[in-house]
């Protein structure tokens, strides 16, 4: 089956997956029914599912949430229909996956990353606004899928699924990461420095949108494509005003 028949003919089922991403938005390491809801379905296809502590360096995380903080979002997520099991294993922010198929020796370890947080913004309310009109606006108060990242889970699994039924005619391997806490710049350098990227020869950062005036467009770049880096500044001194 073609790539496209396949979509087509799971395109019911991803539309509600994804709706289902939506009204459930997860900030940067809070990602807890988010990231449950992944690894329960990549490990229902047969994937080698590494989490949390597995796939993180934890001394590497940036802008961590407070301890009650994630204690309180670890409940919300578990009250909302995530594994408790998972979510204890992902607790106080280990909110990453990542899973392996391998399909031979031969061929190239190639990734796929798909980032799973949410952005700190109030969904609008208004009657013509699609997923307000259409019931799967965000059930989380200043928390939004406003980025895509619903989105982009919902095609990592939806791959996943893909590869899974059609490993006979793959080589090498295939490893889909979910990241955690890409808003802000926070999640991905936990994960490097934990060496989940350093036998990957091919990696593909997917993303949504930027306006490509083509439907169905692919771009594709390795020249550092909205590429920062991030710093932790501290300052010693006497407060005074205006800093």
Not at 169 to 197: D, N, S, Y
Request: with cysteine.
């Amino acid at each position: 089956m073609s790539v496209k028949d396949f979509v087509q003919q799971r395109r019911d089922d991803f539309i509600a997956l994804r709706r289902d991403f939506h009204m459930y938005p997860e900030p940067a390491w809070l990602e807890y029914r988010s990231a449950a809801k992944v690894a329960e379905k990549l490990i229902a296809l047969g994937y080698d599912v590494a989490l949390g502590a597995e796939v993180l360096d934890l001394d590497s995380r940036m802008g961590l949430p407070s301890e009650d903080v994630m204690k309180a979002a670890m409940a919300r997520a578990m009250d909302e229909g995530a594994d408790p099991e998972l979510v204890e294993k992902m607790g106080y922010g280990k909110t990453a996956i990542v899973a392996t198929m391998k399909f031979s020796d031969d061929g190239p370890v190639v990734a796929f990353r798909a980032d799973m947080d949410s952005n700190d913004v109030i969904e609008s309310k208004a009657s013509n606004h699609i997923p307000a009109k259409n019931g799967f606006r965000s059930r989380h108060e200043k928390a939004m899928h406003a980025c895509g990242h619903d989105t982009h889970m919902t095609m990592g699994l939806g791959l996943a699924e893909y590869i899974a039924t059609h490993k006979d005619g793959l080589k090498g391997t295939i490893k889909l990461i979910f990241q955690p806490a890409e808003e802000g710049v926070r999640g991905a350098k936990a994960m490097v420095e934990a060496g989940v990227v350093d036998d990957v020869d091919l990696m593909f950062g997917m993303h949504i949108g930027f306006n490509e005036q083509l439907s169905n467009c692919f771009a594709c770049s390795d020249h550092g494509f909205l590429a920062t880096t991030k710093l932790d500044a501290v300052f010693h001194g006497y407060s005074a005003h205006a800093g």
